[in-house]
């Protein structure tokens, strides 16, 4: 009974992943905003994980200054893949304390990054073409 809720959560994760894909998919062509982030394509503001994908592309060019640099934490969800894998196949309870450090830490260094980089440094940039801003300034044209 446990493995059946399991397998359907994981099941569940992988149709939100798709979900989300999707909508960033149909959000880029109805904005034009090629972010890769559905975050950062609606609202313009970077989400906590920007520049994850950046890092991850530095890393595979052995740039590792570069990848620290676009996320610190860009080793985070290999992490959070593991202990995944480690409850999931292997059976071995992972407490559930370790994922709120996770978010914790996640949240922390976002906030850290915006009060530094933003609005003018990369991956911390704002998207004035977002939809959101587009639309505020739209119905400003209107008052």
């Known amino acids: 009974m446990k493995l059946n809720k399991k397998k359907n959560s994981i099941i569940l994760i992988i149709l939100l992943l798709l ?3 999707l909508l960033t998919w149909v959000l880029y062509h109805i904005t034009g905003v090629d972010t890769g982030c559905i975050t950062k394509a609606f609202t313009g503001l970077p989400c906590p994980g920007c520049g994850m994908t950046r890092a991850w592309l530095s890393v ?3 740039d590792f200054q570069s990848a620290f640099f676009y996320h610190p934490l860009f ?3 290999v992490l959070i893949v593991l202990l995944l894998f480690l409850e999931t196949v292997c059976h071995i309870k992972v407490p559930g304390w370790f994922y709120i450090i996770f978010l914790v830490l996640l949240l ?3 906030i850290i ?3 530094l980089y933003f609005p003018d440094t990369e ?3 704002f998207d004035q073409n977002a939809y959101l801003p587009r639309f505020i300034w739209r119905i400003k044209l209107l008052l």
């Open 19 to 21: 979900a989300l894909s």
């Open 60 to 62: 595979f060019h052995l």
């Open 75 to 77: 080793l985070l969800p």
């Open 108 to 110: 922390s260094v976002y």
């Open 113 to 115: 990054r915006m009060s």
């Open 123 to 125: 991956p911390m940039t």
